[in-house]
């Protein structure tokens, strides 16, 4: 019910205590008949937050931001919406509510997300551009943040290739940041989507886009950074994807190149998996849409250590430390060869660190 959720919002109400609410209470529809009732008293909000949102109740005031966003060709979808999309719902802490412009029918698709360094080089656009193109014609929709550098590269190949792309903002839809990606910005808004958990008019602040960037990784299948430094924020995007069991790709770099240094910290100490072609992210995902009818399965060839390990997730969902136990193997090789076993898409990675087998 956005209705709620947009009471809640209006009134500043955290998402940790909208999440506690709807845990508690169950149903959306039950917290917006309750808060309506002359004299109910939600215990967990304050005495100040329920006198705010009688406040706004008699005011009419969701009533007028929900007329205000429809001028603005913006709609908002609540956590409990058909179209709110299944996998950003399985995070952690998703967002209750979400602001979109746009195709709306790209929530239902499934994306990559495409990030990475704000300053690039020449070699991490041109590689951004050679995988985005591929991912394209893959049918997936390409996921980024709208920032300069590789987010923008990756937005642009996806539209010019005649692919979909989504934007999430971190800032409201009726603010443009950076401002140099207005044109960018109206072009995603007329072919793709934007999307923002904040309200239209709402400037970002700094930790704006560390939150938005667990929204990216909630709403991708796994997450490719083909450039970053040890300190992009786009690492922010891999520790939510790696938290919630999402894939993560990455290029190998210059080992003297700073805006390089990120993705190969995670390749030297195996977080992430180490691409070099495009197909190493596509094979990945063999039940996806695009997988040719006639094509043929390869022939899994695997060493005894893999096979070990195999034997011991295929009984069920299996801990790192449970794997170790049982084979024996240190910990160095174990994280490689779990690593390999993942891009080959015979494992997928769990939240808390968990393995499952991929019949």
Not at 18 to 47: G, P
Not at 199 to 217: S, T
Request: one cysteine or more.
């Amino acid at each position: 019910m956005k209705q709620l959720f947009i009471l809640l919002t209006l009134a500043k109400i955290s998402l940790k205590k909208q999440l506690e609410m709807l845990e508690v209470f169950e149903s959306s529809e039950f917290i917006w008949n309750e808060l309506n009732k002359e004299n109910y008293y939600c215990d967990i909000l304050s005495a100040e937050e329920n006198l705010k949102i009688k406040e706004l109740l008699n005011s009419n005031a969701v009533d007028i931001h929900l007329k205000g966003i429809e001028k603005l060709n913006i709609k908002a979808i609540s956590i409990d919406d058909e179209e709110y999309p299944k996998l950003l719902k399985e995070i952690y802490d998703p967002p209750t509510l979400l602001y979109c412009k746009g195709d709306l029918s790209l929530l239902k698709t499934d994306c990559i997300a495409v990030v990475g360094a704000r300053v690039c080089t020449r070699y991490g656009a041109e590689q951004t551009t050679r995988f985005t193109k591929e991912l394209v014609k893959a049918n997936f929709c390409i996921v980024s943040g709208l920032a300069e550098g590789i987010d923008g590269h990756a937005h642009r190949t996806a539209l010019e290739n005649g692919g979909k792309t989504i934007a999430v903002m971190a800032g409201g839809l009726n603010t443009v940041y950076p401002a140099i990606h207005t044109e960018l910005f109206n072009q995603i808004a007329e072919n793709g989507l934007l999307i923002s958990e904040n309200m239209p008019n709402y400037k970002p602040k700094g930790f704006n886009f560390v939150q938005r960037n667990r929204i990216i990784a909630g709403l991708s299948l796994g997450v490719f950074v083909p450039e970053a430094s040890s300190k992009s924020g786009s690492l922010h995007t891999v520790n939510f994807a790696n938290d919630n069991g999402r894939n993560i790709f990455v290029l190998p770099g210059q080992v003297d190149s700073r805006t390089s240094s990120g993705t190969n910290h995670l390749i030297k100490h195996l977080q992430a998996s180490c691409v070099i072609e495009p197909n190493d992210i596509i094979s990945q995902y063999e039940g996806h849409k695009y997988i040719k009818e006639n094509e043929k399965k390869k022939v899994v060839q695997l060493n005894m250590y893999e096979q070990l390990i195999l034997s011991c997730i295929n009984l069920q969902d299996t801990h790192f430390d449970e794997i170790a136990k049982k084979t024996q193997i240190e910990t160095k090789s174990l994280n490689s060869l779990l690593t390999t076993l993942t891009i080959r898409g015979l494992i997928k990675k769990l939240p808390g660190n968990y393995y499952r087998s991929i019949n």
